[in-house]
């Protein structure tokens, strides 16, 4: 087993502030997968940074005047700084064991 810590960044969108950091939070295991050249089986947050928080507002209206609203979207891009636990499957050495059946210990077992 190995730990190491991984910094990772990432944006998520989302129609509240929220949403917005629960999508950030969403894509942290994905990220660090990708980082990490093993089988994760822990994934801890340390600290997260939010570099750039933008609100976006879209006035729109239905057939050009009729019903206007507008949309908000939120989007934030942090800097994620996680703790991974992980096994380097590379460094196992697995033994090989081979089976060989005969033509009728092959027909017995087929159903």
């Known amino acids: 087993m190995r730990t190491e810590t991984v910094t990772t960044k990432i944006t998520g969108k989302g129609d509240t ?3 917005a950091l629960s999508d950030v939070f969403r894509q942290v295991p ?3 997968r990708a980082e990490v050249s093993g089988t994760c089986f822990r994934i801890q947050p340390i600290d997260v940074k939010i570099g750039a928080a933008v609100e976006f507002r879209k006035r729109e209206k239905f057939l050009g ?3 206007p609203r507008t949309r908000i979207q939120f989007a934030l891009t ?3 700084v996680v703790e991974v636990s992980y096994i380097d499957l590379d460094s196992v050495d697995f033994l090989l064991t081979a089976e ?3 033509l009728t210990q ?3 077992q087929l159903r």
């Open 65 to 67: 005047f009729l019903f």
């Open 78 to 80: 942090a800097q994620v």
């Open 30 to 32: 994905q990220s660090v």
């Open 100 to 102: 060989s059946l005969s």
């Open 17 to 19: 502030p929220e949403r």
């Open 106 to 108: 092959h027909l017995l």
